[in-house]
C-alpha cells in the first residue's frame, strides 16, 4: 500500500533565496510532487510567489510540479502557470463562482486538474464534479501560512472524501495539505489520504533529504 502514497513537499517552508538547491535536494531525496503553495494576499493573508517561480524552477527539476493556486480569480493566471510548467493545478473552490468552467480551463491547458476545500467547506461542494477532476486537496489547515497545527476535526472529512471518491471517482488522488509530519503520515494515509503535502516537517528537518525519509520510515513503521 505504502509505495502508492506520494509525497509534496511543499517549498513554501524553504529558503526563499536557495529555491533551485531545494528542488536539487528535493528530488535527490526521492519526493514524488513539488508543491508550489502560491499566495495573493486577499484569498489568504500572505503573499508568497507566482508563475515566473514555476518557470525558474522548471529546468531544474524533472518531477511533477503541483501548483495550488490560493488566489482569487484563478481563471485569470491559469493559463500562466500552465506556460510555466505546471503539471497539475489545483484551484479553491471558495475562490471559483463557476468551478466547472475552471476545471476544464484547466483540462484544455493539458494540466491536472485538482479542486482544494478549505476546512469549513462541505464535500458536497465538489461532488457533481469529482469525476471531471484528478486530485481533491483536502486542507487540514486554514491556508495561508506553513508550520501550522493539523486541524483534528478534519479527520472524519478525510474519510467522507475517501468514500465519495470511491463511489464515484475511484480515479482522483486523494491530497492532504497543512500540518502533515512523520507523527501524523501513517493515520493519514489509513483515513484514506494518497498524497502527503509537507512543508514545515520536511525542511526543519536536518535536510530536506532526511525530512523524506522520516515520512517514508512513519508510513510503513508507525502503528496507529
Ligand atoms: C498552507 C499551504 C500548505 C502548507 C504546508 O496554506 O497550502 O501547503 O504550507 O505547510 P506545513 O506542512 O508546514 O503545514
Ligand atoms: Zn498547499
Redesign the pocket.
Known sequence: MNHSILIAP?I??ADFGAMREAVHALQDGGADWI?F?V?DGHF?PNLTFGAPMVAALRPHCNLPFDV?L?IEHPERLVPDFAEAGANSITVHAEACVHLHRVVEQIRELGCGVGVALNPHTPLETVRYILPAIDVLLV?T?N??????AFIDLMKPKIVEARLMIEQSAPHVLLEV?????PDNARELVELGARVL??????FSAPTPQEGIRALRFALVSQKV
Open positions: 511543499s513554501l517552508s508543491h503553495d499566495m489568504v495550488h490560493m486542507m489547515v491556508p495561508g501560512f506553513g508550520g501550522q495539505d497543512g500540518g502533515v509530519s503535502v509537507a512543508g514545515s516537517s520536511v
